[in-house]
């Protein structure tokens, strides 16, 4: 009993006990994949009873989509260097270049009320808390907590979380709290006088140094104007696929160190950007 | 008999790992608030019935598993456990004669204590507000009790764990 207290006070002060917990969820772990079976059987006999003439379909629309990103990215680089120099003009620092990790999620769920996710990928891989995870859409979340095997993933719903944003159209910045249902973000710290409208694209403002700046968060839902109150009631709508998807890309930015190039286990990793310097 | 021990705790291990299963299952969203701590029931049930095989140790033990799992603070779930399992080895013997009501009433009253030390935990580590529906999982907790004690006993006579 007191062995728990104590257990409780030090986990609450620091770090010490990472590695007990470590240890422990080596036992976990089996439990967790198991937990996780019946929906990976689904997806493999799916995977298998697909038809050719859909696989077909399915193929030539991603070629087409591939050719289609491709074009734009050239466009983008284009315009990635004239960023540059640009920036440089202004003698303003750019973080260019993050690499990535896909992690496959497992089908858990740790606790009612908290958005929190477990992906198949830890420490071993390097994972640290604290790194954002994306999705294709947009951002996802962060790592809350990295265990050996496996992490767990604070989405960007999740009550306890906010992500400092600002608005695309104008640079105008404020944070979105989570407010517990997957499909609303809360920017509760906007004036009502605030130049925001329905439909415009918040980003992540790279401030706090969680999140690299410049991806989708969320779209600013339909609101109505409250003039009499000090601060406007405005909920957006993630723009990542929170409760959809299974694959979440985890992000190391270049400030934080990069341990994983040359593992070999790890053909997923793929640096995206870093050929500029 | 020491391999016969072994036999039946390596049964008590597992269907705590069934627990720890159902307790992480993805429930649908509607469902997952009114999952009830299984892990707790299962545990009493062994206490109750085997309570020198089962004791505040294991029970510590296993909670600091439950928190691992379900990624608390290390600590509160082997404190909830080892508290309850502790007043369940107390009044084991009375636990074994009383009726099915009885029985609940009681089981209600461990959970709650459980759930009662989690939020009191969860409200000194930083004051949040919750749902009323924090509670559910008392409620339907005592409600499950019957099916995990009748699986349970089926469990157990199955296959005498305790020959002696």
Redesign the interface.
Known sequence: MLASVALLITEQRGQQLDFLRATLSFFIEPLKHLVDMPSVLIEQTNNTVNSYAALKKDNERLREDQLIHQTRLLKLEALEKENIRLRALLENSFKLGEQVLIAELLSIKMAPYEHILVVNKGTRFGVHPQQPVLDANGVVGQVFRALPLSSEIMLITDPNHAIPVQVNRNGLLTIAVGSGQLNRLILPFLPSNADIRPGDLLITSGLGGTFPQGYPVAVVDEFTSQPNKAFASITATPSAKLDRNRELMIVWSKSTPVPLIAKPPSPETAGTEDAHK | MPINNYYGFGRIILSI?VA??LR????P?DL??Y?PDWVLMVLIYWSITFPERVG?FHA?TF???TD?????????Y??AY??VIYICLKLHKRLRRFPLLQQELFIFCCLLLSQLLLFL?KNL?HP?Q??A??WWPVLTGTLCWPVVHTLLRFVRLSKPVNKD
């Open positions: 790992a720890m299963c992480i299952a993805p429930w969203f997952a608030i999952n505040i510590w909670g600091l598993f691992v799992l379900t990624g608390r603070l290390l600590g509160q082997a404190l080892s508290l935990i580590q949040a919750l749902h529906t924090f």
